[in-house]
C-alpha cells in the first residue's frame, strides 16, 4: 500500500537524547491522523521531521512514495505538506490578509523585477493572490474584514488564521501542532468543525493535541508516542483502552495531569 505520508525508522537526537527514536509512521491519503503522548514524547519533533525543520539522523521521510528527507522546508511545502506550529507565527503587524498572502509564497511566480516594473501579469497575480486569501478567510470562518491588523486578534482567531495561511499553500497534507491549545470550549467546537472541513476538501490532516475529546472524537486513526518511541496506533476506540498508552499518561512527571489526560482518553 502506498501511503501519502510515512517515516521509516526515523531518529532524531539532541546531544545524548534521543528524541524520536525509530519511528515507522505511515499516513492514509484523506485521513485524520491524531498523534498524542505525553508531555516531551517527540511529537513535535516528527512533524518538525517531516516538515524539513530537522534532518533526521537515521531514516527517510516519503510523500507520495517519494523521499524528502533532506529537503529544505520551502521545498517541501512546495510539493504539498504545509504545517501550523504550538506558538503561533504570525505577522502581527500585517492585516489578516496579508498574512494569508504570505502563505501563497510557494505557489507565485512573480520576481523581484515584477516589483519594480509592475507588468500585467504581476498585477494579475496580485489580484489572484488576494482573491485567494479572502477564500482562505472564508473557508476557516474568519470574519474580520481583510484589513484587520492581526495583533488585534484573540487567541483562538488566531489558530485560524495560522489555518488559513498554511491552506493557501495548497497543501495535500496539514500538520496542525496543538490547534485547540489555550481555547474555550466554543472555540474548540469551532477549530474541530474546521479541521473536518479541511479533511472533506480532500487534504490529509495529521494533528497533535493534547485535549482527548478533541483529537478522540475527529481522528480516524491515532498514533501514540512515549520518550520517542511509537507505543501505540490503532482507532480511537482501541487507543482510548490500551493499557500501554494508559500507562505512558499516569506515568508523566506531573501526576495529576498526567491522570486527568488519561481519564479524558478512555471518556471521550
Known amino acids: 500500500m502506498e501511503y501519502i505520508l510515512e517515516t521509516k525508522g526515523v531518529t532524531k537526537r539532541f546531544g545524548g537524547l534521543v528524541a524520536v527514536d525509530a519511528v515507522d509512521f505511515q499516513v492514509s491519503r484523506g485521513e485524520i491522523r491524531g498523534l498524542i503522548g505525553p508531555n516531551g514524547s517527540g511529537k513535535s519533533t516528527l512533524l518538525n ?13 516519503y510523500f507520495n512514495g517519494e523521499p524528502i528527507t533532506r529537503l529544505a522546508p520551502h521545498r517541501i511545502a512546495e510539493l504539498g505538506i504545509a504545517r501550523t506550529f504550538q506558538n503561533n507565527r504570525l505577522f502581527l503587524n500585517l492585516s489578516i490578509q496579508e498574512n494569508v498572502m504570505v502563505g501563497q509564497h510557494c505557489r507565485t511566480k512573480s520576481e523581484l523585477s515584477h516589483a519594480l516594473f509592475r507588468p500585467r501579469s504581476a498585477k494579475t497575480e496580485m489580484l489572484q493572490t488576494k482573491e485567494k486569501a479572502l477564500a482562505c478567510l472564508d473557508f476557516v470562518g474568519l470574519n474580520r474584514p481583510p484589513e484587520f491588523i492581526t495583533a488585534g486578534l484573540p487567541h483562538g482567531e488566531r489558530r485560524l488564521l495560522e489555518i488559513a495561511r498554511a491552506l493557501a499553500t495548497e497543501p495535500q497534507v496539514i500538520l496542525l501542532d496543538e490547534p ?4 474555550n470550549p466554543s472555540e474548540k467546537e469551532r477549530i474541530v468543525d474546521v479541521i473536518r472541513k479541511i479533511r472533506d476538501a480532500g487534504i490529509t490532516v495529521v494533528i497533535i493535541e493534547h485535549n482527548m475529546p478533541v483529537v478522540m472524537g475527529i481522528s480516524d486513526r491515532v498514533t501514540v508516542l512515549n520518550f520517542g518511541r511509537k507505543i501505540a496506533e490503532g482507532t480511537p476506540k482501541e487507543i482510548q483502552h490500551n493499557p500501554d498508552v494508559i500507562e505512558a499518561y499516569l506515568g508523566e512527571d506531573d501526576e495529576e495531569e498526567g491522570s486527568d489526560d488519561a481519564a479524558q482518553a478512555r471518556e471521550s
Not at 533526521?56 to 521521510?61: A, M, N
Open 180 to 183: 485547540a491549545t489555550g481555547m
Open 49 to 61: 521531521l517531516i516538515s524539513g525543520v530537522y534532518v533526521p539522523d537515521e531514516g527517510d521521510v
